[in-house]
């Protein structure tokens, strides 16, 4: 196992509001890989995207807490300077967004919104970042990147938009891209090619990626290990096999249920998740999950409403749940074949 | 942009047409009769006659209209003034001069005063709001509004007065406020006045600061300032490339139509610092019903504001490209 | 006879507006009580206004102890001079200039306290009058000269007055008009100037004897006064440039203009042709006059305050000190010494309607009702100006001060003598309709008005109107109105111009000036028999008989404010005083000190 690019240990995020102190991320450990994607899935409010912006520090100092550990390539980035920060942003680590048509300045070309990236961290002149704004175009898959290169955000397509975000993130190869649910405003088809080309990228350049998303069916495609958020807590992680065919976690077990599946019978109901996501200024007692849990009665003494269910991770797998083993087993099964037919 | 010009030009002269319409027959609408008061103390019906035949105004309403539209465009023969080339505005009714050279005459002082007081409060405006948009939430923030607050509630002909007494009279600081036409010596020229620039602003310069703070803060909000932040920018570079950018529009709409309607004469001002400017003319055009005077001043006060409302609209759609000129 | 002559103290025009708007100010001012005057006035002493000798008209004139000549007098104003065109002028502030630049044939010797004499200014003397006061003759006198050195001669005077016939000239007075043709109103009839080389039979000049006879319709033992008018300076046909001369006036004056930039400048500069041998009225003392358009009344009055620079040697023409700073000249003794004041030519009165209001026992009931001392407190207090009792004010020949209804004893109103009257006269409760102009003072006046009136048993109703269309709507006859506010100025110091047309009953008619509607034969015929008195005091004394006896038996109006208006004056100015007959700085006596 070669040492993680991207190591984070007991991330802690705390933002200091009016109303007391909410907890958006509560003690988040992994590891990301070169050459590897983590996928990491839940719903909003989970912590997911509070994570990434923790880990490229763009959190407003003023009224968020910082706690834990998080290394990139050996430097550790919450304590770094602002500073230090700057260099590594856009250069040594990149993020895409959800909205593109938003995430783009309206005032200036994605040529010139490429290249400023590219000037600020290698310094070359105007001209010759220009010309690999207008590479990484071609590299993205945009036709006509030469003429392309002077327009505007807002005269792409959509699809066209994210790749020109993909293409502006990369341009300086960095080694981490963190991917915030790219493809979530994009319909199918150019989701899928979104994702091929991410894919090559990663071939290519040997990228390690985090990639944010709430659609399991995109985890399916791209992920190589699975990171499940609730609360803002990590309650199962694994490789994507694992944590898809054999979930060891009610919540995950939800997940799946409630997607509709191509196969299988139309006329069945979707099955939602029952409940609504824990507030986070205010997190239940004990496992946060067990509000919405249809096995918490099931586990002996009661425990899920008053202790915390640790995580115990071994060989990169582990849930958070205090089902045994055996009642997993049983209990999950059912469900499994539920969907299946 | 040059249909989009062609098109507002024509829209701007229909709407000059509409408003000089509408203010003759509001002229004459009001219950005063412009002869009687030209006429002097002793009006018998046969002066009053006489007056009216003087001014050119014992023609139906129609008729008078109908004249000085021909004499805006290829001019008009006048009985006691001769031929008045185009652009013909007419003459005074109140004392005989011609009102086009007249209304020129004032002109200098009331773009001085409106270019100079636009420098003072774009500058105190915009900066204080930029930095209270900053320093949001802390001390300087809240300084910086309440102070911009309490000077824009501020009475110019109280301010005025006391700033007179106190710099002029006083501390002998300043000269009084006067106008010296920047052509003979522009040193004079802005410290004459500096006072009522300063004074003029006042009133101006809450609405940029609270303007540029909202404007900004909520640009720095928006994601493509985060995705700039993402690319490793430096706060200085997005608050400037970005923050500004986001900010300008508004700002430069607003002060296109401030500056029109500076263009158009400040009344307040003007009174109170003696400076003879479009405002303290259309007052007295007014008070001295003096249809041409008055006609001339709204109709350069209305043109005023009408090419700013073009300009304005074009610079928008340089600074913001989503915008496409309709 | 019907002269619809308008001499409205409240004139439309802008500089009179702007200094007869008598703001309030609550200054504290404490009380004052009676109708004394206030400090800096000089209490009437009576026979202010004589008509002077030859001797009186002879130049030149009297020296002022201390002048030297020299230097620049600096004139403030709001707005420049309406007029220059004699012919033209008829507003007061215009005169102010035209004393500088024109001469007519009689005009005002005025002393250094405030007393007058007509005296003869291009004339030798004040006239000769045939027996019946229709013939008059004047005589030229020599040496007289035009700014470009040409002899000023009778034909010049002849030709001031015929050209007001001319249809450019609408603005000037039209008294002299009437009396030379008997049309009233219709002067115009049968004549339309001299340009075509047309003259009046009426007017008879001799360039030999150098006399100029006018043959009038009526008598008018007055005329002299009338010919002081402005509107009836001489004006030489060979100098005459028709509209522009309203720009750029020939001047024989001991000033003529150097240079005008309209609203802006004036300067004004010797005239080397003005002989002071044959002005016994002027003294010509600075270089220069150089007068600032478009200095606002109150900066300019701050100015002559702060007197710093040049507004040391300024003075403001025709714009009295405000209402704002009337107690800062009043309280400082330093500026006090660089002010001057004195009473406006007229009298503010409310007229009351006799043909809706009958009885005279209700009107003398009006009369001790109103309240005005509250009334002058809102002007501003005893500085505002002096309790009126009379139809004459006293700038008036023959002025004599009488108090018919105990208004200097109880200027606060008498209600209880009110109610008394009304009881008697069956009318208590009487309901009585006031008008009055819509200003921000008569909004408040109304109010002490309104109140005074209840307490004195009437049932007030109070309706305001808009003050553009005021005088059109109170000069209706039949206007429903009770008690209207009004005022009124005479154009030349004897009490005909006052009487005559407001309590002659020929001046009844829509567009006049009779708004009482007063129309009783003793009053007609005592008109008409002063008016013929040759000898002005003794006219001057029948008409104040006249005066106390309309105000005791018919109490037509009530008597409101003889106005007093303030001036300020830079440290380096001399001889600066009050211009009894426009109200304003008198410029020809100013001189520059060392």
């Known amino acids: 196992m070669s040492t993680p690019f991207l190591s984070v240990r007991d991330l802690k995020v705390h933002f200091s509001t009016e109303d007391g102190i909410v907890k958006a991320v509560d003690g988040l450990s992994f590891d990301v890989e070169k050459g590897k994607t983590l996928g990491i899935v839940g719903e909003s409010g989970s912590g997911k995207s509070v994570t990434n912006m923790a880990i490229l520090g763009l959190h407003d100092p003023r009224n968020t807490k910082l706690d834990g550990e998080i290394l990139l390539d050996g430097k550790e980035l919450i304590t770094a300077s602002e500073r230090e920060l700057e260099q590594l942003r856009g250069n040594k680590m990149s993020m895409i967004f959800q909205d593109a048509l938003a995430s783009l300045s309206p005032y200036h070309t994605i040529g010139a919104q490429i290249a400023e990236t590219y000037r600020k961290h290698t310094g070359t002149s105007k001209k010759e970042a220009r010309a690999r704004a207008i590479e990484m175009l071609r590299r993205v898959g945009i036709p006509q990147p030469d003429m392309r290169v002077d327009d505007y955000p807002h005269q792409f397509s959509g699809g066209m938009r994210q790749r020109a975000m993909i293409a502006m993130a990369l341009v300086c190869d960095p080694e981490l891209l963190i991917a915030d649910e790219p493809t979530t405003a994009l319909d199918v088809t150019v989701q899928a090619q979104i994702m091929d080309l991410l894919k090559d990228l990663q071939q290519e350049f040997g990228t390690a990626i985090i990639f944010i998303t709430h659609d399991l069916g995109v985890i399916a495609d791209i992920a190589d290990d699975v990171l499940v958020m609730y609360g803002g807590r990590c309650v199962e992680k694994g490789t994507k096999k694992e944590v898809l065919r054999t979930p060891e976690h009610p919540y995950t077990l939800g997940l799946l249920g409630s997607m509709p599946s191509l196969e299988g019978p139309v006329d069945v109901p979707l099955s939602p998740i029952p409940g609504s996501p824990p507030s986070l200024l205010n997190p239940p007692s004990g496992c946060c999950f067990h509000p919405r849990c249809t096995f918490a009665e099931k586990v002996s003494g009661g425990l899920c409403s008053t202790a915390q269910p640790a995580l115990e991770i071994t060989d990169g797998r582990g849930a958070a749940c205090h089902l045994t083993p055996e009642q997993k087993g049983d209990l999950f099964a059912d469900y499994a074949t539920a969907r299946t037919n | ?326 | 006879m019907s002269l619809s002559r308008r001499n409205f103290v409240i004139a439309t025009s802008v500089a009179a507006a702007g200094s007869t708007l008598l703001s309030a100010c609550s200054s504290g001012d404490s009380g004052g009580g009676s109708g004394s005057p206030s400090d800096g006035a000089t209490a009437y002493t009576g026979a202010k206004v004589t008509v002077g000798t030859k001797e009186d008209s002879t130049g030149p004139a009297p020296e002022i102890a201390g002048a030297k000549k020299g230097g620049t007098i600096y004139g403030l104003a709001p707005d420049d001079f309406s007029h220059l065109d004699p012919q033209r002028i008829y507003y007061a502030y215009n005169s102010t200039v035209a004393l500088l630049l024109h001469r007519c044939l009689t005009s005002y010797k005025i002393d250094s306290s405030g007393k007058q004499k007509l005296v003869g200014d291009l004339a030798t003397d004040t006239g000769t009058a045939s027996a019946d006061n229709k013939t008059w003759t004047f005589t030229l006198k020599e040496g007289l000269k035009w700014e470009d050195g040409s002899e000023l001669t009778v034909e010049d005077v002849r030709h001031g007055i015929e050209r007001s016939w001319a249809s450019f000239i609408t603005e000037g007075a039209n008294y002299a008009q009437s009396a030379l043709t008997g049309k009233g109103g219709k002067w115009r009839e049968g004549y339309e100037g001299p340009y075509k080389g047309k003259h009046l039979d009426s007017i008879v000049t001799d360039k030999a004897k150098r006399t100029i006879t006018f043959k009038l319709a009526e008598s008018k033992p007055d005329f002299n006064f009338t010919l002081a008018m402005h509107s009836y300076a001489a004006v030489s046909p060979k100098l005459d440039t028709k509209e522009k001369y309203d720009k750029k006036p020939a001047a024989c004056g001991p000033y003529k203009i150097k240079a005008h930039t309209t609203d802006k400048s004036m300067v004004l500069i010797r005239n080397k042709n003005w002989d002071p041998a044959t002005d016994s009225i002027r003294n010509a003392y600075p270089d220069t006059f150089e007068f600032d358009f478009g200095i606002e009344t109150l900066d300019s009055v701050d100015r002559l305050i702060a007197d710093q620079g040049k507004d040391q040697y300024a003075v403001s023409i025709y714009k009295g000190v405000p209402a704002e700073r009337i107690q800062k000249v009043l309280t400082d003794p330093a500026l006090k010494k660089r002010s001057f004041n004195g009473l406006l030519t007229g009298v503010y009165y409310y007229a009351i309607n006799t043909k809706r209001v009958t009885d005279l026992k209700v009107r003398q009931a009006l009369n001790h009702a109103w309240p005005l001392q509250q009334i002058r407190q809102i002007y501003g207090g005893p500085s505002a100006g002096d309790f009126a009792t009379s139809i004459m004010s006293p700038d008036l020949i023959g002025y004599k001060k009488y108090d018919a209804y105990g208004k200097l004893t109880k200027p606060q109103g008498d209600p209880a003598k009110s109610k008394a009257l009304l009881k008697e006269a069956g009318k208590l409760g009487m309901k009585v309709v006031y008008a009055y102009p819509q200003d921000p003072t008569y909004d408040k006046t109304k109010v002490v008005i309104e109140n005074a009136l209840k307490a004195a048993g009437f049932t007030p109703i109070i309706k305001p109107v808009d003050s553009t269309s005021y005088y059109d709507q109170i000069q209706q006859i039949d206007n429903s109105y009770d008690v209207m506010w009004f005022g009124w100025s005479p154009d030349w110091p004897t009490a005909y111009t006052v009487v005559q047309p407001l309590f002659d009953g020929g001046a009844i008619g829509n567009g006049m000036n009779n708004i009482s509607q007063t129309d009783i034969s003793w009053i007609n015929d005592g008109i008409k028999k002063n008016a013929v008195v040759a000898d002005q005091a003794k006219a001057g004394a029948a008409w104040s008989a006249l005066d106390e006896r309309i105000m005791k038996e018919v109490a037509p109006i009530i008597p409101e404010t003889f106005s007093r208006r303030y001036y300020v004056f830079g440290s380096k100015v001399g001889g600066a005083q009050f211009d009894p007959n426009f109200s304003a700085t008198l410029l020809y006596k100013t001189f520059v000190k060392a």
């Open chain 2, 1 to 326: 942009m040059f249909r989009f010009l062609i098109r507002r030009t024509l829209g701007a002269a229909v709407i000059l047409l509409i408003i000089s319409a509408i203010v003759f027959v509001l002229f004459y609408a009001a219950p005063r009769d412009p002869a009687r008061i030209a006429c002097g103390k002793v009006c018998t019906p046969e002066t009053l006659a006489l007056v009216k035949k003087n001014l050119g105004i014992n023609h139906p309403l129609p008729v008078q209209y109908w004249d000085w539209l021909k004499g805006l465009f290829v001019g008009r023969d006048y009985a006691a003034f001769g031929n008045c080339k185009a652009p013909c505005l007419g003459y005074s009714f109140q004392n005989r001069e011609p009102v086009l050279s007249t209304i020129m005459d004032r002109f200098p002082l009331t773009i001085s005063l409106a270019i100079g007081s636009s420098v003072v409060f774009l500058v105190f405006g915009i900066g204080t709001g930029m930095l209270a948009a900053v320093k949001q939430g802390k001390t300087l923030d809240k300084i910086a509004s309440s102070a911009s607050l309490i000077a824009s509630s501020m009475q110019i002909y109280v301010i005025g007065v006391f700033a007179t007494y106190l710099l002029v009279d006083q501390m002998h600081w300043l000269d009084r406020a006067n106008y010296t036409p920047f052509t003979d010596n522009p040193a004079k020229w802005a410290q004459g006045l500096l006072v009522p620039w300063l004074v003029l602003s006042l009133i101006f310069t809450a609405n940029y600061t609270r303007m540029t703070r909202s404007q900004m803060v909520e640009t720095l909000s928006e994601d493509y300032v985060r995705t700039a932040r993402a690319k490793g920018l430096s706060r200085r570079t997005v608050f400037f490339r970005f923050a500004w950018r986001g900010a300008m529009g508004p700002i430069v709409t607003i002060f296109g139509l401030d500056l029109g309607t500076l263009l158009g004469g400040a009344i307040i001002t003007e009174s109170t610092f003696s400076l003879q400017g479009l405002g303290m003319l259309s007052v007295k055009a007014v008070s001295t019903n003096d249809l041409p005077m008055l006609l001339g001043v709204v109709m350069v006060a209305a043109a005023a504001i009408v090419v700013f409302n073009i300009i304005v609209d074009s610079v928008y759609a340089l600074i913001d490209p989503r915008v496409r000129l309709a």
